[in-house]
T-cell receptor, first 113, second 114 residues
Framework: DAGITQSPRYKITETGRQVTLMCHQTWSHSYMFWYRQDLGHGLRLIYYSAAADITDKGEVPDGYVVSRSKTENFPLTLESATRSQTSVYFC????????????FGSGTRLTVV | DAKTTQPTSMDCAEGRAANLPCNHSTISGNEYVYWYRQIHSQGPQYIIHGLKNNETNEMASLIITEDRKSSTLILPHATLRDTAVYYCIVRVADSGGGADGLTFGKGTHLIIQP
């Protein structure tokens, strides 16, 4: 099905472990984004990408790594998970040049214990 | 991106029009007004955007004042499913080099009452 999908939907991991959140879009949108949402902070941008192999830091990039080897995929890796990274993570994509807005995924709820 | 100010929360009766205000007094000439909403536990959803003319689509209408310092999102016949947090965002359009992410404020929590 066309759209933007995130996996897993829920994840529990232990402090110090590496975990990767997946994001896949079927529209060949140029731009992709990762946000985290926490109570009291709202949605904050972690990383974004303008095209394959082009990524840039957002507001809260520390502790995260991204890659974009293919246009349709934009995985987010927590290299050594900490409890402060417990959050809901949303991926989004955008055509970029056309005013169509951003399309968000359903989110991944990550708990670090 | 220009700063926006929205009420923290609003109530509206089901079936009535919901009018959500947004102030953006420092908006620049090349900045658009975007509206998104986030229903509980879901990702944000794009609703509508505009530059200076009023806009309407299947979801809502956007009224922008002549001086562009404020706008109102109108949901013409609110239903219980419209209960959500509504975000007003001001930014340049992506074609203007602004494809570096949206900045979300706290938005307005709209509660539709049965």
């Amino acid at each position: 099905d066309a759209g933007i999908t995130q996996s897993p939907r829920y994840k529990i991991t232990e402090t110090g472990r590496q975990v990767t959140l997946m994001c896949h879009q079927t529209w060949s949108h140029s731009y992709m984004f990762w946000y985290r949402q926490d109570l009291g902070h709202g949605l904050r941008l972690i990383y974004y990408s303008a095209a394959a192999d082009i990524t840039d830091k957002g507001e809260v990039p520390d502790g995260y790594v991204v890659s974009r080897s293919k246009t349709e995929n934009f995985p987010l890796t927590l290299e050594s998970a900490t409890r402060s990274q417990t959050s809901v993570y949303f991926c989004a994509s955008s055509e970029g040049r056309v005013h169509r807005g951003y399309t968000f995924g359903s989110g991944t709820r990550l708990t670090v214990v | 991106d220009a700063k926006t100010t929205q009420p923290t929360s609003m109530d509206c009766a089901e079936g009535r029009a919901a009018n959500l205000p947004c102030n953006h007094s420092t908006i620049s000439g090349n900045e658009y007004v975007y509206w998104y909403r986030q229903i509980h536990s879901q990702g944000p959803q794009y609703i509508i955007h505009g530059l200076k003319n009023n806009e309407t689509n299947e979801m809502a209408s956007l009224i922008i004042t002549e001086d562009r310092k404020s706008s109102t999102l109108i949901l013409p016949h609110a239903t219980l499913r419209d209960t959500a947090v509504y975000y007003c965002i001001v930014r340049v359009a992506d074609s203007g080099g602004g494809a570096d992410g949206l900045t979300f404020g706290k938005g307005t929590h709209l509660i539709i009452q049965p």
